[in-house]
């Protein structure tokens, strides 16, 4: 099997491997901060709607009269009264649109900062189930090793909205290259998801980000087959923020190890 199969054959892996040993608790954190956090953006969703619907209301509105008109005079008032409506409405989906762009392109970052130290764990954890080696906690070391998970997300964040807009500009000059350009995208983000669950990996071995990437380059096989399972099951409402992040996390070990022939990779 490639590199690619193992890393698909790893995720697909990874939900019984969590509840075959007792691993299955950590869904319960993603769930309770998947509510916390749309709790949150619907706060925020509205209040900005609010806003830019009240700045959009003084700017670009029409003075509509109060009082009732007959004649070309009554039927331009509703024609103004029309159009206000429409305003809004397009406002609205114009707002809605955008919030979903930028969380979908953002949102799997502020999943994966906040969820760092779970990962890390549910990596970690893995690791030993495999290995019979244990990892006893270290302060100095579990602040170390998140502080730089989330220097490595915040790093490919930027990294990925900078790829985002090069693409962008280059579909604009090109509008025929539209659908190439979706699929450049997808690859991309899918390369970004997988590339930081292996990371869990490379930071036990005591790889620096450059050392990382490298060696997640030599393995793109492995960290783009985790990346397509991670990046399709995000896109599944509720139900993605819950299981994606750590079935990648557990899966990243499982296809690591069985990719370099470890005893207990294929197995677990």
Request: aromatic share 14%; charged share 15%; net charge positive.
């Amino acid at each position: 099997m490639g590199d690619l199969g193992k890393g698909l054959n790893g995720f697909g892996r990874a939900f019984g491997f969590a509840f075959r040993h007792r691993m299955g608790w950590m869904f319960l954190v993603p769930i309770a901060l998947s509510a916390l956090f749309a709790v949150g953006v619907f706060a925020f969703g509205s209040w900005l709607v609010d806003q830019v619907g009240a700045w959009a209301a003084g700017h670009l509105g029409l003075a509509v009269q109060a009082a009732d008109l007959d004649g070309w005079a009554g039927f331009w008032n509703d024609v103004k009264a029309a159009i206000n409506g429409a305003r809004d409405l397009l406002v609205l989906i114009a707002l809605k649109l955008a919030l979903f762009y930028l969380l979908s392109l953002f949102g799997k970052y502020v999943v994966l900062i906040v969820l760092s130290p779970l990962l890390a764990y549910a990596s970690e954890r893995t690791e030993e189930v495999l290995t019979g080696v244990a990892h006893p906690f270290r302060l100095g070391r579990f602040l170390k090793d998140l502080v730089r998970g989330i220097g490595m997300a915040l790093r490919n964040g930027f990294l990925e909205l900078a790829i985002n807009v090069g693409v962008w500009v280059g579909t604009l000059l090109l509008p025929l290259a539209a659908p190439l350009s979706a699929l450049v995208l997808w690859g991309v983000s899918a390369w970004f998801y997988g590339f930081s669950m292996f990371d869990y990996v490379f930071e036990r071995r005591r790889l620096g980000i450059g050392a990382s990437a490298r060696t997640a380059r030599s393995r793109s096989g492995l960290v783009m087959g985790n990346g397509i399972l991670f990046s399709l099951l995000m896109k599944v409402p509720f139900v993605g923020p819950v299981f994606a992040p750590l079935l990648a996390a557990i899966g990243a070990v499982l296809a690591w190890y069985e990719a370099e022939g470890t005893p207990g990779g294929r197995a677990a």
